[in-house]
Structure formats: structure tokens, C-alpha cells
């Protein structure tokens, strides 16, 4: 028995605070697993779904795991970094087609258990903890006593993968 750290424990899910960027990739993965649990392939769908049954965090620059706590007969699965950074990419379908794979299914099989139409995709969490970010710690250096819009900064991706933010109440 060990107190300290395990070298093969999984880490501890990340709780943003108001004042740290945190993973929003793995924020908004977790979220999106979560949603469509009881319908990945061999999921019990009567059983109460574990708001902590994922955990989803970085392991380097260009990868992420995903771990399932409710069902350790699976690996960890790794997805790449950029998958999650496209705005368009459907996660839960890619998951319900890897659990599927794992557990010895064929692809035609896997999306004939799909009782639920296609899921929301992973959108922009960065863009949108930025956002979140700087509307909840102002006032600013210059701001004016008497702004107040709730949706002052807008955090915009890019077609090149960078990010425009945009500060309405200085009109740049």
C-alpha cells in the first residue's frame, strides 16, 4: 500500500478555476461522453450514468486519453489533439466506434446500436473559456465605471487554427 503518488494512477480530473485556462479540450470531451452514456456499444442503458464515469486528459503536445471508469476490460484510448481542435468533429461517434472495434464488434453492427441520433460535435472550448475567462475578471485597466455588457469579449477561431479576440466595449 502506498500513500504518494503511483506512477500508473490516473490523474485526478481537472477543475477549472476562475482564473485558470485549465483543458478545455478535456472539459468539453468529458462533457461529450458523458452525454451519450448508456449507448455505447455494451453499456447497460438502464443503469444511472456516473457524472465521473470519464476522464479525459493530455499525455503530450499532440495526444489525449480518454479513460472509462464504469468499464476497465478497455485500455485508456488515446485521440489526437487535433481531433479535438476541430470544430466539427463528432466524439462520441468516434468513441462508440473504438469501444465497438475493442470489444469485437463490426462497424455495421456499432451503428445499428445507435439509438440516439448523432451528437452535438466539440465546437470551439477554447474560444469559449477565453470568453468565459475575461467576462468573469474584469473590471480592466481603462475600462469605463459605467460598462457593463454581458457579452463584451468575443474569442474567435480562425481559419488557420488561431484565435481573434475581440473587445467590445474598446472597440478592438
Not at 490523474?11 to 455505447?40: F, I
Not at 466506434?97 to 446500436?113: A, C, D, F, H, N
Not at 451528437?119 to 472550448?125: A, E, L, S
Request: charged residues 30%.
Amino acid at each position: 500500500m502506498t500513500l504518494g503518488y503511483e506512477e500508473h494512477s490516473p490523474p485526478v480530473r481537472p477543475r477549472p478555476t476562475p482564473y485558470a485556462m485549465g483543458d478545455p479540450l478535456a472539459e468539453r470531451a468529458m462533457e461529450l461522453l458523458l452525454r451519450e452514456s448508456g449507448y455505447y456499444p455494451s453499456d447497460n442503458a438502464d443503469k444511472i450514468p456516473d457524472p465521473e464515469r470519464f476522464l479525459v486528459y493530455r499525455v503530450s503536445e499532440s495526444e489525449h486519453a480518454i479513460m472509462d471508469r464504469e468499464d476497465r476490460r478497455d485500455p485508456e484510448l488515446t485521440i489526437l489533439t487535433s481531433s479535438l481542435l476541430n470544430p466539427r468533429f463528432c466524439l462520441e461517434g468516434w468513441y462508440s466506434q473504438r469501444v465497438g472495434r475493442l470489444r469485437g464488434y463490426l462497424p455495421r453492427e456499432i451503428r445499428k446500436m445507435r439509438t440516439r441520433p448523432r451528437g452535438p460535435v466539440m465546437g470551439v472550448p477554447l474560444g469559449n473559456r477565453v470568453t468565459e475567462l475575461l467576462q468573469g475578471n474584469g473590471p480592466y485597466e481603462n475600462d469605463l465605471v459605467q460598462y457593463s455588457r454581458p457579452d463584451r469579449f468575443e474569442c474567435l477561431r480562425l481559419h488557420d487554427g488561431s484565435y481573434e479576440v475581440r473587445d467590445y466595449a474598446k472597440a478592438y
